[in-house]
């Protein structure tokens, strides 16, 4: 275990659906992040928050909207996926700002299928 | 544009064989090199490597970084099936404290 739980481990949804990822961390973390996982491309940052304020500016579709509640909770909300969105989702954390803030911490990721 | 290349992209040894592989980095501002072991989902912190630290060790498992030439090695002596996993190495991205540049990752396969 690292510390990082997601939820749910699989997910098959149509394009029309809404659906939330939840990821929450027990390590006392300050920062937490989703990345997406595609076959044969690097790991890619969709979105950060430390102290719960959203930091940096990547360029991800609308159609999914992060939610942070509070250090500990972060969520992903999906709605009108397409096809090409089926992806793992990986959900970390870190110790945020500086030195110390590369080393993150994942979850197991949520497998998920856009039909 | 910062960039993470690992080589190679597949590798399909016998136990007790070393391993070397290999990530190759263009980054802005360098500050550290990353490896993660990632087997069935959740990629796990294995080192991190930075200009006061080139080498590591951990049992079997060893990396250097070498800052001139740009590259770092990971190294594991002995292989065991359970080494079976992707080796993801990272770095951060010049003037930020959050994104890291991932490689593609490379593919151990340990056959017994």
């Known amino acids: 275990e690292t510390g990082v739980t997601q939820t749910p481990r699989h997910l098959v949804m149509g394009m029309t659906n809404k659906k939330s990822l939840k990821c929450e961390q027990h390590?006392?973390?300050?920062?937490m992040y989703w990345y997406k996982q595609s076959a044969k491309k690097p790991l890619e940052l969709m979105f950060v928050?430390?102290?719960?304020?959203?930091?940096e500016n990547n360029s991800v579709p609308s159609r999914f909207s992060p939610e942070c509640p509070n250090s500990s909770h972060l969520f992903l909300h999906l709605h009108t996926l397409q096809p090409e969105d089926s992806a793992l989702y990986l959900c970390?954390?870190?110790?945020?700002?500086?030195?110390?803030?590369?080393?993150?911490?994942f979850g197991s990721g949520t497998q998920l299928s856009v039909l | 544009e910062d960039k993470v290349v690992q080589s190679p992209l597949s590798l399909v040894v016998h136990e007790g064989d070393t391993v070397t592989l290999n990530c190759s980095y263009e980054?802005?501002?360098?500050?550290?090199l990353l490896w993660y072991k990632q087997e069935k989902k959740a990629p796990t912190f294995l080192f991190m490597l930075?200009?006061?630290?080139i080498e590591k060790k951990s049992g079997r498992l060893s990396s250097i970084l070498d800052k001139k030439e740009l590259f770092s090695i990971l190294n594991i002596t002995a292989t065991q099936t359970g080494d079976s996993a992707v080796y993801l190495c990272?770095?951060?991205?010049?003037?930020?404290?959050?994104?890291?540049?991932f490689g593609k990752g490379t593919l151990l396969t340990v056959n017994p």
């Open positions: 970390a954390s870190s110790q945020g700002g500086g030195q110390g803030s590369e080393k993150l911490f």
């Open positions: 390590l006392g973390h300050n920062a």
């Open positions: 928050y430390s102290l719960e304020e959203r930091v």
């Open positions: 980054v802005t501002n360098f500050r550290s």
């Open positions: 930075t200009s006061s630290g």
């Open positions: 990272a770095s951060p991205r010049g003037g930020s404290n959050y994104k890291l540049t």
